[in-house]
């Protein structure tokens, strides 16, 4: 059986992924894996094990255990019976990152990484409009993006140059309008589909 295929995607909150995931998804046929969606999902099953300890890394900004996100992800991926996915918000740390290298990296294939590379400021404004439009986000407030941004720009950050110095990284400039965006990310997926990556 082929190895799923994966494109990691990553950004500053309020970058936009999650718009342009959506896009990719209708455009290009992938499944989009948020593990943020994943773990807020568990987090609301009555019965889940891991509920309350996603709900309390949550709240503080601070990144849930790898071990949880993994098998959240994995199962999502042989749940869904397809080969091409999204996987949005992940690896945000080092510790995810090693997480995967142990557990999922060897039976899944790598593509690239997707980078949203937008400043601080403007996803500040986006996630304070989002939150005031009522996405129904605990965390789209000032004290936790205040959190979510240091966390971001602490762990996430050497995560990209890792994978830039791999020469996995694909970058984005995420601060034009939406269709804009999308634009710059459909010539990636057709340049790496042309390369027979796909």
């Known amino acids: 059986m082929a190895k799923p295929k994966v494109i990691f995607v990553l950004g500053a909150p309020g970058a936009g992924k999650g718009t342009q995931c959506q896009k990719i998804v209708d455009n290009f046929g992938y499944v989009h894996l948020s593990a943020g969606d994943l773990l807020r999902e568990e987090r609301a099953k009555p019965d889940s094990k891991y509920g309350e300890l996603i709900e309390t890394y949550i709240r503080e900004g601070k ?109 984005i400039d995420a601060t034009k309008a939406p269709e804009d965006v999308f634009g710059r990310v459909k010539e990636v997926f057709t340049e790496v589909e042309a390369g027979g990556d796909f």
């Open 63 to 171: 990144i849930v255990p790898v071990e949880i996100t993994c098998s959240l992800l994995e199962n999502a991926m042989k749940k869904s019976g397809k080969e091409k996915f999204l996987i949005d918000g992940f690896p945000r740390n080092q510790n995810n990152l090693d997480g995967w290298n142990k557990t999922l990296a060897d039976n899944v294939k790598l593509l690239f990484v997707l980078f949203f590379d937008c400043p601080k400021e403007v996803c500040v404004d986006r996630c304070l409009g989002r939150g005031a439009a009522g996405s129904g986000r605990s965390d789209d407030n000032m004290q936790s993006l205040e959190k979510r941004f240091n966390t971001f720009t602490q762990e996430t950050q050497p995560i990209v140059k890792y994978y830039e110095e791999r020469g996995l990284v694909r970058n």
